[in-house]
Structures are given as C-alpha cells and as structure tokens.
C-alpha cells in the first residue's frame, strides 16, 4: 500500500535541497516523532542523506532523475524525468522578460514590497527605467541589486538572514510587515494547482506573504510556466485573491477561466 505521507516528505527534501527536521515537521503537519520515523525510513532506502538535525536530497546527475513512489514495503519506478532543454541563459532571458512585462504595469511614485527569488531579483534589475519609487523588501539580494542600480528608497526589516536565499523572515520581521502598506505586491511561488492554489514549501516565508497579501492594494504573481501544476506542501492563496498573474506561456483553459471570472489580469510577454 503506498504511503502518501512519505511521498510528501520526500518530494519537499528533493524540492528545497536542505531542510531541518522541525521544518519537515512544519511542513508535512506531523510531529517531531512521526517525521523523525519517516527520516530514518527514507534514510535506510538510501533516498536521503541524513545529517544532525536535518536532512538533505542526494546528489543528482544534471541531465535526468528519477521520480519515486514511496511504498511501506518498497520503491516502486513510476517515471523518468526527462533532460532539461533549458539551459541558464535561457531561463534568464525567460525571468527578463517577465520582469520587463511586469515593470510596465508599476506606476511611478509608487511603493513596492518585492519578496524572495531569482525571479525577483531579475525585476529588480529592471526596475531602474522607473522614476521614485519606495522599495520594501525582505530580500538582501533584491535590496542589494535595487541600492546599486537606482537612486530609490530601499528599506528592509532587520532580524536573523537566511543563508538559503539571503532572506528575512523571523519575527522581527513580521513586526516590520504589520507596521506597512504598499500599492504592490511582487512574489512568486513553488506550484500552481489547475484549483487556483498557489503552493509554496517554507512556512516562515509563507506567513510573511499572507500577511503582505492583505497590506497591499495590488498583488502580483510572477512565475514560469514550469510551476503548473506542480505540487507543494503548503497553501499561499487561490489565484481569484491576487491581482494579476505574470507567466511565460499561456496557461490552461481552467487557470483562464478561474483569472476572468475574478477579473484577475493574465499577462504574458511578447516572444
């Protein structure tokens, strides 16, 4: 009989790469006991590498993996992932042009809350043909990139850096949240259910966004068409409560349907 539960674990750790054991609690929704098991199960199928206090995916080739069902017993092969045809440049073209697209939809004079990634940080590289804007972030990369290339405002929250992505999210920045509002919303996130849900894999930053998600007039999703359909453990919001949706190919009739009937803008840059 197949263990969902262990299937969810392991595709987190695959996802994130590191991850501690009280985030994997965290995420899956079980406790210390329950993921401790499950770690030591997928350890001893030698899926994972176990380390003091956490755990991290094995080493990949670059060119294929294998996907996994997890069973009580057993792995069962369910499918091969085929080699990426994307390479760095090209998703780098890919992230400038959604940053270019979204650029235009910022008014000046306006203030801009940007969140955590490397396609935020590519509009960030975008963002100097506009004129007086107010810049939060919770990204040190973001601001950083923002403070070279512009004469804007930027201001950040203080509190403990990530030094997964260079991000902010502890309590002293939740204060930081609470005490703002801004005209818009820049984030991204870590799947798009054919629902609307928009999923993510780290709690801490997940909060952070729900609650920007309320302080800003205009929210706006920024991903590429590879997050479709893909699956994460945690829920942000559903596409009707944001703004606008920013992706690279034109997404399904159903995610279409979903964007009208909520007055949701889908914008798409020109090829």
Do not use: W
Not at 191 to 218: A, P, W
Request: proline content about 2%.
């Amino acid at each position: 009989m197949n263990n969902p539960r262990l299937n969810r674990v392991l595709q987190y750790i695959n996802q994130v790469g590191f991850a501690t054991t009280n985030e994997l609690s965290e995420a899956v929704g079980v406790s210390l006991q329950t993921i401790r098991r499950d770690i030591r199960i997928l350890s001893d199928q030698n899926l994972i590498n176990k380390y003091h206090g956490g755990v991290a995916k094995l080493n990949m080739t670059a060119t294929s993996s294998e996907a996994i069902a997890v069973n009580d017993n057993h792995i069962d092969s369910i499918s091969s992932l085929p080699e990426s045809t994307n390479n760095q440049e090209q998703r780098e073209n890919m992230q400038k042009q959604l940053a270019l697209e979204v650029v235009k939809h910022i008014k000046d004079g306006s203030s801009v809350f940007i969140a955590i990634g490397t396609t935020m940080e590519a509009i960030a590289h975008e963002l100097a043909c506009k004129k007086e804007l107010t810049i939060f972030t919770n990204s040190l990369t973001v601001a950083n990139i923002i403070y070279k290339n512009t004469d804007f405002d930027v201001i950040i929250p203080g509190g403990t850096v990530q030094r997964r992505n260079a991000g902010l999210v502890d309590r002293e920045t939740e204060s930081f949240v609470q005490e703002i509002s801004v005209d818009y919303l820049l984030f991204t996130c870590g799947g798009f259910e054919e629902s609307g849900n928009l999923l993510g894999f780290y709690l801490q930053e997940i909060h952070i966004l729900k609650m920007l998600l309320e302080r800003s007039s205009h929210s706006f999703l920024v991903i590429d068409s590879g997050k479709l359909n893909k699956s994460a453990p945690i829920r942000i919001t559903n596409l009707s409560e944001i703004s606008s949706l920013f992706i690279d190919n034109k997404p399904s009739e159903g995610i279409l349907k979903i964007a009208k009937l909520n007055n949701v803008g889908v914008y798409i840059p020109e090829k």
